[in-house]
């Protein structure tokens, strides 16, 4: 069965600091890979990653994908209040309409 | 506001009750999809539309139903209604269906809870 698997589950820092949220995916026939930021309520995107070893970055965000190791992982640096939030990443595949979601990292910035 | 509209916001109701979800898609937007959050499951697929047909059908229970209408809004309904029913209910829309131009939009849910 196809799988998206998100690490940690929940992550606790203080503002200033590095983290790092890792997706794995187990998914056939592979097309995108999606990170999601959702902090009350509607999930927003961030990025899209198709190609591997490309870095898509987005001011303190960046995200890489590496389809050897079928993974990706989303940097956050010199986080802020306003990064809390839950992460979401999803898989979409060639057969698929539809993306599938892991069930996200949970991270707490604390000043 | 992403464009995506999705009433009502919150929604209490008892077991055994039917509710119907409803969802307005950005303009332009012909697909709509349904995603069902809840704490321990992430968000999971339940049921895709485009352009008032049904496209895709992921873990949607029997007592779940959907359509799109004319006007492209689309209804979820939710009968015999559990407990374990209870969770944020999302739509989201693309434009056209595909999943490849930088992922959906969506709404800012409906919160179910079931009594």
């Known amino acids: 069965e196809d799988k998206v698997v998100q690490s940690p589950l929940s992550l606790v820092v203080h503002e200033g600091d590095t983290v790092t949220l890792n997706c794995s995916y187990e998914?056939?026939?592979?097309?995108?890979l999606l990170w999601y930021k959702q902090e009350k309520k509607a999930p927003t995107f961030l990025f899209m990653l198709?190609?591997?070893?490309i870095e898509k970055k987005s001011g303190r965000l960046s995200s890489i994908l590496d389809k050897k190791e079928l993974s990706s992982i989303l940097n956050i640096t010199a986080t802020q209040t306003g990064d809390s939030a839950i992460y979401l990443c999803?898989?979409?595949?060639?057969?698929?309409?539809?993306?599938?979601f892991g069930t996200g990292t949970s991270l707490t910035v604390i000043p | 506001d992403s464009g995506v509209t999705q009433t009502p916001k919150h929604l209490i109701t008892a077991t055994g009750q039917r509710v119907t979800l409803r969802c307005s898609p950005r303009?332009?937007?012909?697909?709509v999809y349904w995603y069902q959050q809840s704490l321990d499951q992430g968000l999971q697929f339940l049921i895709q539309?485009?352009?008032?047909?049904?496209?895709a059908k992921g873990n949607i229970l029997e007592r779940f139903s959907a359509q799109q209408f004319p006007d492209l809004h689309s209804e979820l309904n939710l009968s015999s209604l559990e407990l374990g029913d209870s969770a944020l209910y999302f739509c989201?829309?693309?434009?056209?269906?595909?999943?490849?131009?930088?992922?959906?939009?969506f709404g800012s849910g409906t919160r179910l809870t079931v009594v």
């Open positions: 989201a829309s693309s434009v056209d269906g595909s999943v490849e131009v930088g992922g959906y939009t």
């Open positions: 539309y485009y352009n008032g047909e049904e496209r």
């Open positions: 998914v056939t026939n592979f097309r995108s």
């Open positions: 999803a898989v979409d595949w060639y057969t698929g309409n539809q993306f599938y």
């Open positions: 198709t190609s591997s070893g």
């Open positions: 303009s332009g937007d012909l697909s």
